[in-house]
C-alpha cells in the first residue's frame, strides 16, 4: 500500500519527509513501548505509535525504519520532528486511536509483523 493511501485512509497529514508516488509499505506495527518495536526481527513496516517523543524517532532509526504514523491526534515536539528529517523519516500525524488507525489499515490489506 502507499503511503498517500495510508494518509488518505487514517485522515492523516505527513508532517515530514520526502513520499514520492511509490512508496510503500506492507507490514505495520503498533505499539507505545519502544521496548517492543527493538523485538521485530524486520525493518520494512511502518510503526504506529502515540509515544510522541525523540524516543520513537531513536527507535526508528535503530531498528532502521523509514516510516512512524503518530496517532490520538499528537503533535510532535519541533525536535521531533527535526530529528525525523535529519534521520530521513516520514512522519505522519492521525486524529484516529491506534486501535481504529490499525483496524482500518488491516481492512485495507497491511499485514502485522507477526
Do not use: W
Not at 508532517?15 to 517492543?36: I, R, T
Not at 520513537?56 to 510532535?76: F, N, Q
Amino acid at each position: 500500500m502507499t503511503i498517500h493511501e495510508i494518509v488518505s485512509l487514517v485522515h492523516g497529514k505527513i508532517l515530514c519527509g520526502n513520499v514520492g508516488n511509490e512508496d510503500s509499505v506492507e507490514y505495520c506495527f503498533a505499539s507505545d513501548l519502544m521496548s517492543d518495536v527493538l523485538t521485530v526481527c524486520r525493518s520494512d513496516f511502518m510503526l504506529i505509535t502515540g509515544l510522541s517523543n525523540v524516543q520513537s524517532i531513536r527507535t526508528a532509526e535503530m531498528s532502521d525504519l523509514k516510516y512512524i504514523l503518530l496517532v490520538r491526534g499528537k503533535t510532535p515536539s519541533p525536535e521531533m520532528v527535526e530529528l525525523a528529517e535529519e534521520s530521513g523519516i516520514v512522519l505522519i500525524i492521525s486524529p484516529y486511536s491506534m486501535f481504529k488507525a490499525s483496524g482500518i489499515l488491516y481492512q485495507a490489506g497491511l499485514k502485522g509483523v507477526y
